[in-house]
């Protein structure tokens, strides 16, 4: 199963790669939803489910983010505080209640979580490729400093970097060139 899951993770990871070049935010969100549907199928695979949950919670920002965005109208904030306790509620339920485990670390996962609701929240496709930079660096840091697999940190730090790349693409360069 790990194989597979690894196979269907590098999809996930491809996708959201994807994302990080197009310019516009519903596509964005498109590419990113499809992105988490196969991670979360992937943690499914290999038996990591309070990540899983995780993922499904990030399908339903991904989902509610895109609904707004393709009526063209902002997220309102109870939705964003609404995932953001989702998130934090997943994570007590699951590591505290079930499995009985938590490490302080997990702290910068919660954060990322939020992060990623209030920035994939944002109308403005260069503000939010610029901030989800705090949550991508977050999860990076999140991944080395529980020793997850070291896939799990060169995921998140290639998110990084396309992201950087795709912010010189379209923001810098296509400024200095307009």
């Not at 197009?22 to 991670?39: A, D």
Request: hydrophobic share 50%; with cysteine; glycine share 4%.
């Amino acid at each position: 199963m790990e194989e597979f899951s690894f196979v269907v993770s590098t999809i996930a990871l491809c996708l959201y790669v994807l994302s990080d070049f197009v310019n516009s935010k519903k596509y964005y969100l498109m590419l990113q939803l499809s992105g988490n549907v196969f991670l979360a199928l992937s943690y499914l695979l290999i038996g990591s489910y309070f990540t899983m949950v995780a993922v499904v919670i990030g399908i339903a920002r991904g989902l509610i983010c895109y609904i707004y965005e393709k009526k063209d109208k902002q997220v309102p904030i109870y939705l964003i505080v609404g995932l953001c306790l989702a998130s934090i509620s997943g994570y007590v339920i699951i590591n505290h209640i079930v499995l009985s485990q938590s490490s302080v670390w997990d702290v910068l996962y919660l954060f990322s979580s939020c992060m990623y609701a209030v920035t994939f929240s944002i109308r403005n496709i260069r503000v939010m490729r610029c901030l989800v930079l705090i949550p991508h660096a977050s999860a990076v840091a999140y991944n080395l400093l529980i020793h997850a697999p070291i896939s799990s940190a060169l995921s998140y730090g290639l998110e990084f970097a396309v992201t950087v790349a795709a912010i010189i693409k379209y923001d810098v360069l296509k400024r200095k060139a307009e």
